[in-house]
């Protein structure tokens, strides 16, 4: 069984938990201090507020351990704010916000709008089976710029923002800029849980 962490600090936590539970071969564990980012092989940096994210990693000393295992390789995959926090530029942040430099990709905090212009849109993802995805944004942000290490995995397909890179992924690390624990739709958190398990054996 592969042990999956969820940064539980702030965010969509349970929902989370739920869907990689329904995976299989996951157990998912939350984390919220640095013993217990020691025990789990993967992490998910939920949706949440990116700079309150920001800012609880360090107040719960989570910052270095995070990224000392991501530079050892360990799998990651963030939704939304977590996105922003694997991002290695991001634009529309506030000066203070740090995040872990995980994927070389510049991107746009809430470059879809605020909250009351969320919406859902079909996005193909590339290595995930099936139709396409219906994604749900919320308050979130896309890629707008990609290194040369990173794969684009998804774009939004339809709508004024066709063509917006919405999934990418570096190695072992993850991140889409939509939330599909919100959807009852396990097709990319398990695409991620084999992930883990192609990384960890």
């Given at each position: ?16 938990l ?5 995976t ?9 201090r640095p013993?217990?980012?020691d ?67 510049t ?15 079909p996005?193909e993802?590339?290595g995930v089976p ?6 749900v ?18 774009r939004?397909?339809?709508?004024p ?5 919405v ?19 396990l ?10 398990r192609?990384?960890?054996?």
């Open positions: 069984m592969t042990t999956i962490g969820v940064l539980a600090l702030q965010g969509d936590v349970r929902e989370h739920l869907a990689l539970a329904s299989d071969d996951a157990i998912a564990r939350p984390v919220r013993a217990e980012l025990d789990v092989d993967a992490l998910v940096i939920p949706g949440g507020e990116s700079t309150t994210m920001s800012k609880l990693v360090g107040e719960f000393e989570l910052y270095d351990p995070i990224r000392k295992r991501i530079a050892d390789g360990m799998p990651v995959y963030g939704s939304c704010a977590g996105m922003i926090m694997l991002a290695t530029e991001v634009l529309d942040g506030r000066p203070d916000q740090r995040g872990f430099d995980g994927i070389e990709m991107v746009r905090r809430n470059a879809f709008g605020r909250q009351v212009d969320s919406f859902e849109a996005v993802i590339a099936g139709p396409r995805f219906d994604a944004f919320i308050r979130a942000p896309w890629v707008e710029r990609v290194g040369d290490g990173v794969r684009v995995l998804g939004v397909t339809e709508g923002a066709a063509g917006r890179i999934a990418v992924r570096q190695g072992n690390l993850l991140a889409t800029a939509f939330h599909p624990e919100l959807t009852g739709d097709r990319v958190h398990q695409y991620f849980v084999d992930l883990v192609e990384a960890t054996t």
